[in-house]
């Protein structure tokens, strides 16, 4: 916690203590009372008994040997009381009777001795209060910052295992083009200048422009659909509005792969359909593809770095604001999107 507020804390818990004191003037009644101790000495030996406990438990969040503060603490408790009584008596023999009426006998009693216990123990608790509400404040903003360093270390391991898998595929897949020496190289070699820009410059980043996240889902279709005999085998549909809208970067190729990945070439066209839907609230992204029947297929891969990243990744970038659906039968595998923006 910022020194500031814990400033705030403390002038708070003064003001509130002080106005308890006021108030515990103003209803008392008897005619020889007089609260010159009451607004002086009474706030002065609070302020050293309190301030004394709150900073022998600071030490128990600072020292690794609980020992040695348990044992000021135990010096401190039996300290403060005569402490207290010791000021007091000084300021009631020396200051205190010229303000007080009648004539009065200074005694130090048993009355006085348990208030002053009773005291000791209340400020004590006071101060134990305050002390842990600041120390768990502590402990959740340390907590909080450990869990947001180890997400982002989580991201970017994520990011270090997507980033690769897909250069190695479009690498595979311009190779394949060259190996047969299709006039298709050059433009696969300029879709590659684009997938590469994008993820050594944008994908960096925690967010990027939805448009330039089509722009490479684009960029990579095309250059899958190179290796393809009809142009038309994917359905590409984007609809809504794309303008000023941000996405968390290589979030939707995984399944665009997967689809190209497992899709049966053999089929009514569109072999693969991909929808992308861009509403004021949300972006709702879905694509099917039928399913090869020679291969064994199972949900827990997805884009060849594994659904469960996939999911992390979300869990960790769009926490409570996304659902992810998988569907599959014999024929087609679905997979729905929904972000909350």
Do not use: C
Not at 91 to 98: A, E, M
Not at 217 to 226: A, G, N, Q, V, Y
Not at 299 to 314: E, F, H, P, T
Not at 323 to 336: A, W
């Amino acid at each position: 916690m910022k020194t500031k507020y814990k400033i705030l804390i403390h002038v708070a818990f003064w003001v509130y203590m002080f106005n308890q004191i006021l108030l515990s003037v103003a209803m008392q009644s008897e005619k020889e009372y007089s609260p010159f101790g009451e607004i002086t000495i009474y706030p002065v030996t609070s302020f050293i008994t309190f301030y004394s406990f709150y900073f022998t438990y600071g030490l128990f969040f600072t020292k690794k040997k609980k020992i040695y503060p348990i044992l000021l603490l135990v010096i401190v408790f039996s300290t403060l009381i005569p402490l207290r009584i010791g000021l007091e008596y000084l300021f009631w023999k020396y200051i205190g009777y010229n303000h007080m009426k009648g004539s009065h006998e200074l005694i130090v009693n048993s009355v006085w001795w348990f208030s002053s216990l009773r005291l000791v123990i209340v400020y004590g608790i006071y101060a134990l209060l305050i002390q842990l509400a600041i120390g768990w404040f502590d402990t959740q903003k340390l907590r909080t910052e450990l869990m947001l360093e180890k997400q982002s270390g989580e991201l970017a391991l994520l990011r270090s295992q997507i980033n690769p898998h897909f250069l190695f595929n479009t690498l595979n897949n311009i190779y394949s083009l060259v190996y047969k020496k299709s006039e298709d190289a050059p433009e696969a070699v300029m879709k590659m200048s684009a997938i590469m820009r994008y993820m050594l410059y944008d994908a960096t980043t925690d967010n990027v422009l939805l448009e330039k996240e089509i722009e490479y889902l684009k960029s990579f279709i095309e250059l899958e659909k190179l290796r393809l005999k009809h142009s038309d085998f994917v359905e590409l549909n984007i609809m809504g509005n794309v303008e000023g809208r941000t996405i968390a970067p290589m979030l939707l190729i995984p399944f665009v792969e997967n689809a190209f990945k497992h899709s049966n070439r053999n089929v009514s066209y569109p072999g693969i359909r991909i929808n992308l839907s861009i509403g004021p609230q949300q972006i709702l992204f879905e694509v099917t593809n039928h399913i090869r029947k020679n291969v064994t297929f199972t949900k827990d891969q997805v884009g060849g770095i594994g659904l469960n990243n996939i999911r992390r990744r979300l869990n960790l970038l769009y926490p409570g604001k996304h659902q992810l659906v998988i569907k599959s039968d014999e024929d087609q595998y679905l997979v729905k999107l929904t972000l909350s923006t």
